[in-house]
């Protein structure tokens, strides 16, 4: 492979040819001669341009196997602490390093049983405090600490968290960022707990000459009809549907299936071993579409993915442009496409603030009105009936 001057440990750079490594992505390039110079880093980077490679590998060779807790990477979700944890016991294939997972929604016995063990640790701040508060969880050897997606940390309200848990680590221990954007409010945090950190951003890895962002303006009870059209119009890739609630993520999954469409639901309310198998069915190919909250799908990389089609807007451009950022990468084309009915207008004015973005609208195509069935809660009876609804 082109390594641009890059030398790894002779067990990574055989694990890297394993892993069909071509060449180094520019977020690779920049960030491990750095970290190997035990530098501290922020990084600016969008899902799918390599990050975990650019910390993971140069952090992992840092961690003597058998010596404790040597590197914590705190992660905001579930589904990205399992994705960083398979990719670092990839990363780790000829050192034998012992790499925990600590999360929320399961039981913390088998947790606390590995922790003894651990050289490397992934986890959710939450859940990381409740160890480090049971004193389950040791920091006083840690050599470098990692937040990985911080961004997503501070808009996800763990702010608070992240200072307790920086305040715990040793003064000098290597400090890594990395992110889609670094708001002031965290920058303002760690500026006295990180020395004098080099700043890298990537240019940006979605290639807009390649991405289409579309609009149709749809009345509200003909969306799904028109979502279930634009899906069978296009089956030739992956596809993830973004909506904003997990009910919404529900419902429209479990009307796609009534559509004969391969779909599953992927939010926070579903069980970790049923999202865990959810996610790998989708990038194995056998779902044809994801249907997700925002929160739940951060931090997927999904290869093949063609079209992200918004349900429901985003309330934000930067959370617009976290989504857009899982298509049209490395050369290959990809398309984006919003349903906007009347509850869609302030969100879709607030993501059209950012004037990089170019979407336009498109006439709304004809297409058959489908059955959807949505709930129905009756007043003498606490439970949910599902109710026939045609729209025709």
């Known amino acids: 492979m082109n390594k641009k001057g890059i030398t790894l440990r002779p067990e990574f750079e055989k694990a890297i040819f394993d892993l069909g490594f071509s060449e180094f992505t520019e977020i690779q390039e920049k960030c491990i001669p750095l970290i190997q110079q035990g530098k501290d880093v922020i990084g600016l980077s969008f899902t799918g341009s390599g990050k975990t490679a650019a910390f ?32 670092f016991k990839k990363f780790t294939k000829y050192r034998k390093t012992f ?12 947790q606390i ?3 003894r063990y651990a050289d490397v640790v992934v986890g959710t701040p939450g859940r990381l405090l409740d160890h480090l508060s049971r004193g389950t969880l040791s920091m006083n050897n840690l050599k470098i600490l990692v937040f990985d997606e911080a961004d997503k940390m501070f808009e996800m309200g763990f702010l608070e968290d992240l200072k307790r848990i920086i305040l715990r680590a040793p003064k000098n221990s290597q400090k890594l960022l990395f992110g889609a954007t670094m708001p002031l409010e965290i920058l303002d945090v760690i500026k006295n707990y990180v020395s004098n950190p080099e700043k890298v951003k990537m240019q940006s890895y979605v290639d807009k000459s390649k991405l289409i962002q579309h609009y149709y303006e749809v009345e509200k009870n003909n969306k799904f009809s028109l979502l279930a059209h634009i899906i069978k119009t296009n089956l030739k890739g ?8 997990r009910r919404t993520v529900d419902l429209i999954n479990k009307n796609l299936n009534k559509q004969n469409i391969k779909s599953e639901a992927l939010h926070g309310g ?16 056998k779902l044809d579409v994801l249907v997700a909250s925002e929160v739940a799908a951060r931090g997927l990389d999904i290869k093949n993915l063609n079209l992200i089609i918004n349900y429901n807007l985003p309330k934000t451009s930067r959370e617009y442009v976290h989504r857009i950022g899982r298509t049209a990468r490395a050369g290959e084309e990809g398309k984006v496409v919003s349903l906007l009915s009347s509850d869609d207008h302030d969100n879709f004015r607030n993501v059209l603030e ?22 129905q809660v009756y007043n003498r009876s606490p439970y949910r009936r599902f109710q026939n609804y045609r729209y025709r």
């Open 56 to 87: 993971g590998f140069p952090t992992l060779e840092k961690v003597t196997p058998g010596k404790g807790l040597q590197l914590l990477v705190l992660v905001p979700t579930r589904e990205l602490c399992n994705q960083v944890a398979d990719e």
């Open 113 to 115: 049983d590995h922790l």
């Open 354 to 375: 950012d004037k990089s973005l170019f979407i336009h609208k498109l006439k709304t195509p004809e297409f058959e009105r489908v059955e959807f069935i949505r709930p």
């Open 238 to 245: 992956l596809i993830i549907v973004f909506c904003g609630t």
């Open 99 to 110: 790499i925990v997972e600590v999360y929320g929604g399961i039981s913390i016995v088998p």
């Open 270 to 285: 579903i069980t970790q071993l049923r999202r865990s198998h959810i996610t790998q069915a989708f990038r194995d190919g």
